[in-house]
C-alpha cells in the first residue's frame, strides 16, 4: 500500500474568502483561537459577536487568505471599527471587548467622542482653538465684515465661532 504525504486542508478553499479568527484569553485556562464554522468567519460576523459578548475576553483578531497567500493581525482594525459602531450608536462599549479596544486602539488616530467631552476638555478645546490663526478662506467673515465693518473681519473669530466651525469641518 503506497502512503501519500498530502493531508486534507481544514481552510476554506474559495478564491476569495477572507477569514477571520479570534483569539482569547481564557484566564488560568490560557489562549485559545476560538472554535467558528466555516459560515461565521466572515469580518461582520466576527465584529457582530464580538459586538454581543460571544468572546469573554479577545486578545487579537488575524485574518489571512490562503488563496491570495496572505495574513495579518487585523486587531488594530477591528478595535477602531467596534469602537466606530458603538460611538455611531452612541453607546459604551461592552465590558467583554473594552479592554480589547483600548489595547489595540491607535492612540495616534483616537478621536474624543461627543459622550467623552467634559466641560474641562470643551474649555480646553475652545482655548485651544482660539490661538490658532484665521484661516484664509472663512465663511462666516462675509457676514461679519457686512455686520461690523471692515476692521472686524481682520480679526481672529470669536473662540465659540472657531470651535463650532473646527468640528463641522473636522
Same mark, same amino acid.
Given at each position: 500500500?503506497?502512503?501519500?504525504?498530502?493531508?486534507?486542508?481544514?481552510?476554506?478553499?474559495?478564491?476569495?474568502?477572507?477569514?477571520?479568527?479570534?483569539?482569547?484569553?481564557?484566564?488560568?485556562?490560557?489562549?485559545?483561537?476560538?472554535?467558528?464554522?466555516?459560515?461565521?468567519?466572515?469580518? $461582520?460576523?466576527?465584529? !457582530?459577536?464580538? +459586538? @454581543?459578548?460571544?468572546?469573554?475576553? #479577545?486578545? /487579537?483578531?488575524?485574518?489571512?487568505?490562503?488563496?491570495?497567500?496572505?495574513?495579518?493581525?487585523?486587531?488594530?482594525?477591528?478595535?477602531?471599527?467596534?469602537?466606530?459602531?458603538?460611538?455611531?450608536?452612541?453607546?459604551?462599549?461592552?465590558?467583554?471587548?473594552?479592554?480589547?479596544?483600548?489595547?489595540? $486602539?491607535?492612540?495616534? !488616530?483616537?478621536? +474624543? @467622542?461627543?459622550?467623552?467631552?467634559? #466641560?474641562? /476638555?470643551?474649555?480646553?478645546?475652545?482655548?485651544?482653538?482660539?490661538?490658532?490663526?484665521?484661516?484664509?478662506?472663512?465663511?462666516?467673515?462675509?457676514?461679519?465684515?457686512?455686520?461690523?465693518?471692515?476692521?472686524?473681519?481682520?480679526?481672529?473669530?470669536?473662540?465659540?465661532?472657531?470651535?463650532?466651525?473646527?468640528?463641522?469641518?473636522?
Amino acid at each position: 500500500m503506497r502512503r501519500s504525504s498530502w493531508t486534507p486542508s481544514i481552510v476554506p478553499n474559495d478564491n476569495d474568502e477572507t477569514v477571520y479568527l479570534v483569539a482569547d484569553d481564557f484566564g488560568r485556562f490560557g489562549y485559545a483561537w476560538c472554535e467558528a464554522d466555516y459560515e461565521t468567519t466572515d469580518l $461582520e460576523t466576527v465584529i !457582530r459577536d464580538l +459586538l @454581543t459578548g460571544q468572546y469573554s475576553n #479577545p486578545i /487579537r483578531v488575524v485574518a489571512f487568505n490562503t488563496a491570495e497567500r496572505w495574513s495579518e493581525d487585523v486587531s488594530e482594525d477591528v478595535a477602531a471599527e467596534l469602537r466606530r459602531r458603538c460611538d455611531l450608536q452612541m453607546r459604551e462599549l461592552p465590558s467583554t471587548i473594552s479592554d480589547f479596544v483600548e489595547r489595540h $486602539e491607535d492612540r495616534d !488616530r483616537r478621536q +474624543l @467622542t461627543l459622550r467623552s467631552l467634559t #466641560p474641562t /476638555r470643551i474649555s480646553r478645546a475652545v482655548a485651544y482653538l482660539s490661538r490658532m490663526p484665521t484661516p484664509a478662506f472663512d465663511p462666516l467673515r462675509k457676514d461679519r465684515r457686512q455686520q461690523h465693518g471692515a476692521e472686524a473681519a481682520e480679526g481672529p473669530l470669536p473662540a465659540t465661532m472657531r470651535a463650532h466651525s473646527a468640528f463641522l469641518l473636522h
